[in-house]
């Protein structure tokens, strides 16, 4: 059974960084690209970051490009997202996400003062 | 960026009833290898997505034939025979044919 579990979030104040991490289990993780998808409070769904299977590639919108890194242990099964910069307007819930066949239960990212 | 726009914003219908959702994009969803990156997801309240179809018109895993979805290059169809009470929610369209990836708006079927 494929899972992900993603950790990290949290309450942080404007301008601060956090590191999100997601285990995935279930599948060859190195098999396949991964991706990080979030969620405002009552909003849409937005694409946040890929990233290639080899971790050699990755993309982003502009909305967080410079700002976020996403990035990947394949030895460890683990997915990564560092924020940096962090605005109010990144405050969402964050997935894990295998394509969009598979999602993780999400992890809350606050950011206020 | 490709924009999807979703129509109805929201649904109000009664058990057994059929219904139908719309996703427009802004620019062909055609990628270079001849596949169509469409795909449809369900929020249920609380919930993370759920897949339901992709590639326009295949059936994601477990998903019930209730669901179906059709169209070509720019303009896209998902269609519910037989409402189920478990069928309630927020319904996406979502394209990773191009960067970024892009959702509509959501479809909010609820019961009448």
């Known amino acids: 059974e494929v899972q992900l579990v993603e950790t990290g979030g949290g309450l942080v104040q404007p301008g601060r960084s956090l590191k999100l991490s997601c285990v995935a289990s279930?599948?060859?993780?190195?098999?396949?690209?991964m991706s990080w998808t979030r969620q405002a409070p009552g909003k849409g769904l937005e694409w946040v970051a890929s990233i290639t299977n080899s971790g050699g590639s990755t993309y982003y919108p502009d909305s967080v490009k410079g700002r976020f890194t996403i990035s990947r242990d394949n030895a460890q099964n683990t997915l990564y997202l560092q924020m940096n910069s962090l605005r109010s307007e990144d405050t969402a819930t964050y997935y894990c996400?295998?394509?969009?066949?598979?999602w993780g239960q999400g992890t809350l990212v606050t950011v206020s003062s | 960026d490709v924009v999807m726009t979703q129509t109805p914003p929201s649904l109000s219908v009664a058990i057994g009833q059929s219904v139908s959702i719309s996703c427009k994009s802004s620019q062909s969803l055609v990628y270079s290898d001849g596949k169509t990156y469409l795909h449809w997801l369900l929020q249920s309240p609380g919930r993370s997505p759920k897949r339901l179809i992709y590639?326009?018109?295949n059936l994601g895993s477990g998903v019930p034939d209730r669901f179906s979805g059709t169209g070509s290059q720019k303009d896209f169809t998902l269609k519910i025979s037989r409402v189920e009470a478990e069928d309630l929610g927020v319904y996406y369209c979502?394209?990773?044919?191009?960067?970024?990836?892009?959702f509509g708006a959501g479809t909010k079927l609820e019961l009448k």
């Open positions: 979502a394209q990773t044919t191009h960067f970024p990836n892009t």
């Open positions: 279930g599948f060859t993780f190195n098999n396949y690209w």
């Open positions: 590639q326009v018109s």
């Open positions: 996400t295998r394509g969009f066949a598979y």
